[in-house]
Structure formats: structure tokens, C-alpha cells
């Protein structure tokens, strides 16, 4: 949905993160819905990752704002479907004429 607003969760640790994306049921900790966020870091260094991106933040702060948008790109059933059958039918096509299919070796 392309609301622009932002999900904050929180979660234990990157098996859990990993587990809810995986699984889908498991709970993560909603923690909000917003536009923007600021967290503030006091005292020791502590691990943080936004969209892929890890690092050990020194105390201060972090503020994350929806800036704009981008494309995503994601599976597509049907070209998959349609992509394997050009695969088939150009394969028929270079036994026909006698050519090598990409996987064979000759000797």
C-alpha cells in the first residue's frame, strides 16, 4: 500500500526477523505506524540496520522520514510461465537445425 507511512517493529534478534518473514505468522512487536521517527542512542555503541544497511550507532540520534519513492521489482508468475516456454521452444528449435544445447559438451 502506498500510504507512505513508515512500519516500525521491534524484534528480539535476527533469527526472530528472520523467522517472521519466513513463516509470516510469528509476531514481531508493532511498535508504530508514522511518517517519520527518531530514535536516541545513550550510552554504548548498539547494532542497528535500516533497509539492509548495518552499522554500530555511537550514542545520538537517528531519524528515518519518507523521502520519496522508488520502484520495486518482484516475481511474476506468468513470465516465469511464458519465459520457460521460450526456453522449450528455442531448445526444439536448436535440435531441429543441430546445434548444441548450452549444457552439452562435445568430445
Known sequence: ID??????VGVV????LGISYMIGGLQHH?????????????GDPVPVQ???????????YIK?????????LFRD???????SEWNSKME???VERGLMSDV????
Do not use: Y
Not at 13 to 16: F, T
Not at 77 to 83: E, I, M, R, V
Open 3 to 8: 500510504d507512505r507511512m513508515l512500519e516500525v
Open 13 to 16: 534478534g535476527v533469527p526472530q
Open 30 to 42: 508493532r511498535l508504530a505506524q508514522c511518517r517519520s521517527v527518531r530514535f536516541t542512542v545513550l
Open 50 to 60: 535500516v533497509d539492509g544497511e548495518a552499522w554500530m550507532q555511537e550514542p545520538g
Open 64 to 72: 528515518i522520514i519518507h523521502k520519496n519513492r522508488a520502484q520495486m
Open 77 to 83: 508468475k506468468n513470465f516465469k510461465h511464458t519465459l
Open 92 to 94: 526444439a528449435v536448436r
Open 104 to 107: 552439452e559438451v562435445q568430445v
